[in-house]
């Protein structure tokens, strides 16, 4: 079974709007790393908030974690084409395992 | 140079043949995983060592076996591949910290069995 469920399952914007996807997971964690895949290549980590963190910031992106929900947000601001890709959160368990959502399929256009 | 480099990128086998993928890395990093990715389900996470001595299964390790013939390098075999093992592999690693940061991904080796 997989640790976290994206939501939505897709995604789709115009340039310049912001687009925000969920993640939620089931057991306690270490931290939560978010990653952008573009179609068939290898995934290229975005971001990573720790467990005692509860917001972060990269350049247009935003994280949020809520412990006690489960669940984490990514936030891109002002989006471009080239963030059409799919989004996936993967959480770092106690046990020294990554596990992966399912996705979330973004489509920008211009 | 990539840092994490998978060999084939792509394959075309039978049913009933053996394939290895092979995986090496130039980060320096103990740690390596193998994932499978499958369209809709994410990515599940076949085999993973800590070190050249640990090596431990993930949640589908059955019908695979892997090597860690070295820090730098990471085998995962199909002893008898069959066509519900058509999919995208990769490999990744990361650095030993405890909790550890980023995965390092290879580019993906794409097999399907016929």
């Known amino acids: 079974s997989q640790q976290g469920e994206e939501d939505p399952q897709a995604l789709s914007i115009q340039e310049g709007e912001n687009a925000t996807m969920n993640c939620s997971y089931k057991?306690?964690?270490?931290?939560l790393q978010w990653y952008r895949q573009n179609s068939g290549r290898g995934l290229v980590h975005l971001i990573l908030?720790?467990?005692?963190?509860r917001e972060k910031h990269s350049g247009r992106l935003r994280v949020t974690l809520d412990t006690s929900k489960k669940s984490s947000s990514l936030l891109i601001t002002a989006s471009r084409a080239a963030d059409t890709a799919s989004y996936f959160c993967?959480?770092?368990?106690?046990?020294?395992?990554?596990?992966f959502g399912a996705g979330t399929q973004v489509v920008v256009t211009p | 140079d990539a840092d994490v480099t998978q060999t084939p990128r792509n394959r075309i086998t039978k049913t009933g043949k053996r394939i290895m993928l092979e995986c090496s890395q130039t980060?320096?990093?103990?740690?390596m995983y193998w994932y499978r990715q499958d369209p809709g389900l994410g990515l599940q996470l076949i085999y993973y060592?800590?070190?050249?001595?640990?090596?431990n299964k993930g949640e589908i390790s059955d019908g695979y076996s892997v090597s860690r013939q070295a820090q730098a390098k990471f085998s995962l075999s199909l002893e008898s591949a069959i066509p519900n093992q058509t999919a995208l592999y990769f490999c990744?690693?990361?650095?030993?910290?405890?909790?550890?940061?980023?995965?390092?991904f290879g580019e993906g080796s794409r097999l399907t069995v016929l």
């Open positions: 980060k320096g990093h103990d740690r």
């Open positions: 990744a690693t990361s650095d030993s910290v405890a909790p550890p940061g980023e995965l390092f």
């Open positions: 057991t306690s964690i270490n931290n």
């Open positions: 060592s800590f070190d050249v001595k640990d090596i």
């Open positions: 908030i720790r467990s005692n963190e």
């Open positions: 993967a959480t770092y368990d106690s046990w020294g395992k990554f596990q």
